[in-house]
């Protein structure tokens, strides 16, 4: 049956990176020339040439053919006098050609797919695409970060062949060069913007969640030898590397494991000064602040208590036992932790709760005792584990004996035994028969060993004693999460010698950590919840690398993904991961057009004045 050639309005054909593009164009009066003239800014891409030259055949987008739905019906092509003839598709033509099957290419999808349903829809994912979706580079973030999770390396050069080999949100090709210049776009003031956007949408999203949400907090120590940039400072490294570092700090949903802030910050500012600055960052970009801040030690000092406090943002903190006011509970709460009606079986653990009245100055600038004060409510949570003060009672005991044995046999002693000697071993002379012999210093033992076992959590909101320690050893979740950065990302070294790298850089593999946290508390759940799944894995490389198993073949028309079947499947359906279609799907097309491109097409537009749209084509 004979169907009507489509009527398009006009077109200008215009190179556009590696392609040849179709775009429409408005026409505007130009009263003093008294003609005509294409109105700036009026192109729109609506199709391409699929051979990569200005002729051949045309694959329109989407939203063209449902204002022209006849084009279904047709080919069209480019010819060489410029302008579109059409011929129409017979059934047969619909199949896929011998062609198209031999220009087929199969990519690694698996772990991919899984990322891109771990952050859809998510706040995180909403963020990116506000921030940088200009030219794609959202789609380049990720794209970049699911590399540092798939391939355990940060050296960007390698980039390229991981892109021929894998499906990706941005599958064209990024040189090194082109990886430099994107983090070199990632500025601090975008960053910024990301944070203020990934806080909006976080807390539209949680607005109507009733549960009590646990940010975890911590940070952690990049190591460079670059002497160029300007956070780079020596500090206390937490893994012992004596170089100039930069800090990371992050904050995480402990439920989802999705991030909620993040910055760098120069090396020798130390863990505990961090704290007042992020307090500042809420009330800044309004994160929120009806979730309770989980941090360890090193940032529960007295001074982040009051400014908690004086904040009004909830927290859940581990105390450092060899506080003074730590050792006074635990001597208050001892006849109760050694009761074994306190024992909870759930935690292996005696625990003891009390509530106390912290009294905090009321403005942030000062600590002293003559400033106003006010006092609200703590609750103590005190944990005893018989367990853990065996172990260190048993391992005390034994390194006393052997140094005692070595100096009694005049034997060298190691250096690291020196401490040992000097601290609990007490030197005792029979001047007479000239014989020196050893006793234990019993009080330096009783001392050493009388908070082993201990935790003390403290918290404003938290009453609960095992919500508290089960809220708190969640946060472990970021401790990994620094640790899989640090040496599956080779996030041991930043790896970049310049500034205006460094903040795009940082940002990146932010991003894949992440997702990494994400992917870890999806598997850990799955495995929690699912009886049928029968999977147990060391690691989520393991889980990435089985997943890479399930390809994508893509063609000029369209894809389909392998079957997936068997332990990848229960494992894909625990996660709450669809399973990949194994039917054909219409690929979108993928529009990249730069800023510079597009004043190029304006350019040319206005070179086209008073042509007629058969030059134009032409």
Not at 311 to 326: G, I, P, Q
Not at 524 to 532: F, G, M, P, R, V
Not at 613 to 618: P, S, T
Request: a neutral charge; aromatic letters at 10%; proline letters at 3%.
């Amino acid at each position: 049956m004979s169907v009507s050639t489509p009527s398009l309005p006009p077109l200008l054909c215009m190179k556009s990176g590696k392609t040849y593009s179709l775009y429409t164009y408005k026409n505007g009066w130009n009263a003093k020339l008294g003609r005509s003239y294409r109105i700036p800014g009026s192109t729109k891409a609506v199709g391409k040439i699929k051979e990569g030259t200005s002729l051949g055949e045309i694959v329109w987008k989407d939203d063209f053919i449902e204002q022209h739905p006849e084009l279904n019906d047709f080919i069209a092509f480019r010819n060489g006098k410029g302008t579109i003839e059409f011929k129409q598709v017979e059934d047969t033509e619909k199949l896929i050609s011998l062609k198209e099957a031999l220009n087929a290419k199969r990519y690694a999808a698996g772990a991919t797919w899984v990322f891109d349903n771990l952050i859809a829809d998510t706040p995180l994912s909403k963020a990116l695409k506000e921030t940088f979706g200009t030219n794609n580079i959202n789609k380049k973030i990720l794209s970049l970060a699911y590399f540092l999770n798939i391939t355990d390396s940060n050296v960007t050069s390698r980039y390229e062949v991981f892109a021929d080999t894998h499906r990706l949100p941005w599958q064209k090709t990024m040189t090194a060069s082109a990886i430099c210049r994107l983090f070199q776009n990632i500025t601090s003031d975008k960053i910024d913007l990301f944070m203020s956007k990934l806080s909006s949408f976080t807390k539209l999203r949680d607005d109507d969640n009733n549960k009590t949400e646990y940010y975890a907090l911590d940070s952690t120590s990049i190591s460079t030898y670059s002497q160029n940039l300007s956070k780079a400072e020596y500090g206390h490294n937490k893994d012992g590397d004596k170089t100039p570092q930069i800090n990371v700090l992050m904050v995480v949903n402990q439920l989802t494991g999705e991030p909620v802030y993040y910055r760098t910050y120069s090396g020798n500012i130390p863990d505990m000064s961090t704290v007042k600055h992020y307090l500042n960052e809420m009330s800044r970009l309004e994160l929120n602040n009806n979730a309770v801040l989980v941090a360890d030690k090193g940032y529960s000092n007295i001074r982040n208590i009051h400014r908690f406090y004086q904040s009004k943002v909830s927290f859940l903190l581990n105390m450092r036992t060899s506080f003074a006011v730590c050792k006074n509970l635990f001597n208050e709460a001892r006849i109760h932790l050694f009761d074994p009606i306190t024992y909870d079986e759930s935690i292996g653990n005696n625990v003891y709760t009390t509530e106390i009245n912290w009294s905090y100055p009321i403005n942030f600038k000062h600590n002293c005792k003559r400033t106003p004060r006010e006092k609200e409510l703590m609750f103590v949570h005190i944990y005893y584990s018989r367990e853990i003060y065996n172990a260190h009672e048993k391992t005390i005991h034994s390194n006393i004996a052997k140094v005692a044995k070595l100096l009694q046999e005049n034997k060298p002693l190691p250096s690291e035994y020196k401490y040992i000697k000097d601290t609990f071993l007490i030197e005792n002379k029979d001047e007479e028969n000239n014989v020196i012999s050893y006793s234990t210093n019993r009080e330096a033992l009783d001392k050493y060993l009388q908070m082993k076992g201990v935790r003390i959590l403290v918290s404003d909101t938290v009453k609960d004693p095992i919500e508290a320690y089960k809220a708190y050893f969640d946060r472990n979740e970021v401790e990994y999460a620094f640790n899989l950065y640090k040496q599956r990302l080779s996030g041991t070294r930043m790896r970049v010698s310049s500034n205006a790298s460094l903040e795009g850089k940082a940002f990146v593999q932010f991003i894949a950590t992440s997702l990494a946290i994400m992917l870890r508390k999806r598997i850990n759940n799955a495995l929690k919840n699912s009886e049928k799944l029968k999977l147990r894995y060391d690691s989520e490389q393991i889980v990435i690398d089985k997943l890479d198993t399930i390809e994508v073949t893509k063609f000029e028309l369209g894809s389909y993904y392998s079957e997936v079947v068997g332990p990848i499947k229960d494992l894909l359906n625990a996660m709450n991961i669809p399973i990949p279609s194994e039917e054909v799907n219409q690929e979108e097309y993928e529009e990249d057009t730069s800023a510079d491109e597009e004043d190029l097409i304006e350019d040319e537009i206005a070179k086209t004045e008073g042509k007629s749209d058969f030059d134009i084509l032409k």
